[in-house]
């Protein structure tokens, strides 16, 4: 190269003057700058491409509302159904025992000596567990004959209550209830409920069933979630344990500590 033209030559051209330049070392020196800004550009590209796409679902997630929706339920209702089996055959009919009879006699008026021995009427001893009939027969005796009315007057009982008033009913006439109703129910959840941060975000959806006990005074215990995602549990056993004083159950007119089984349905909504 000449000396007038090193100063104002590129350093890669003075590297390779008298060399291979299309070798492919020059080539690759040479575009370098060049192919560096494009692997930025594209890098860079696909940084903002997902920075966009992250952007959008949390502006999605951002205008989620979440809504609780109640339902009452019986308690028979959560217990798990029982396949049905058909009915043993009915066993065959048996013949009824005989029953012992002694043939009815008119009464009639003969001499002694014209009375047949098989008209004879039976003494009235033995009739007391006979049952009269057209014929004599043999048999097991009549337990169905009516007595003769008595003379003495009876009073009637009324049949006993033998129902333990203490325990915890499983099944009662009158469910136990949040006082005010469902109306009431809803309101109470829509002050309280909160949806849990990690099942919103993973759009956690469900139905969490409650079991728990209210007393006779209407107070709540033994609180138990027993079926529905293990996210939402913790989140419905905390409102049935916040809910206060429930109305009682009832058992033949009186109130009774009973189980009582309450689902919460956990819903997400778009707006």
Request: no cysteine.
């Amino acid at each position: 190269m000449e000396i007038n033209k090193i100063l104002s030559a590129d350093i890669l051209d003075i590297i390779f003057e008298g060399r291979n330049k299309a070798y492919g070392a020059y080539d690759l020196r040479k575009t370098y700058n060049k192919r560096l800004l494009t692997a930025m550009m594209v890098m860079g590209s696909l940084v903002l491409l997902l920075l966009i796409g992250y952007l959008i679902s949390n502006y999605q997630s951002a205008h989620k509302k979440t809504v609780a929706v109640v339902q009452d339920v019986q308690l028979e209702d959560v217990k798990q159904e029982k396949k049905d089996e058909p009915p043993p055959p009915p066993p065959p009919p048996k013949e009824p025992p005989k029953v012992e009879m002694a043939k009815f006699t008119p009464p009639k008026i003969v001499k002694d000596e014209e009375v047949k021995a098989e008209e004879k009427p039976p003494e009235v001893e033995k009739l007391e567990d006979t049952k009269i009939g057209d014929v004599n027969q043999k048999g097991i005796q009549d337990d169905n004959i009516t007595a003769p009315p008595s003379d003495n007057k009876g009073v009637v009982e009324a049949p006993k209550d033998n129902t333990d008033y203490d325990k915890t009913f499983t099944k009662v006439e009158i469910e136990s209830e949040y006082p005010g109703g469902a109306a009431a129910w809803m309101r109470y959840l829509n002050r309280n409920f909160v949806y849990p941060d990690e099942a919103q975000a993973n759009e956690i959806q469900g139905t969490v069933v409650v079991k728990f006990i209210v007393d006779k005074e209407g107070k709540v215990s033994d609180v138990e979630a027993i079926s529905g995602p293990n996210e939402l549990r913790d989140e419905a056993m905390r409102v049935i344990k916040k809910s206060g004083s429930w109305t009682p159950a009832v058992q033949n007119g009186r109130k009774v500590k009973s189980y009582k089984s309450q689902p919460i349905v956990f819903k997400l909504e778009s707006q």
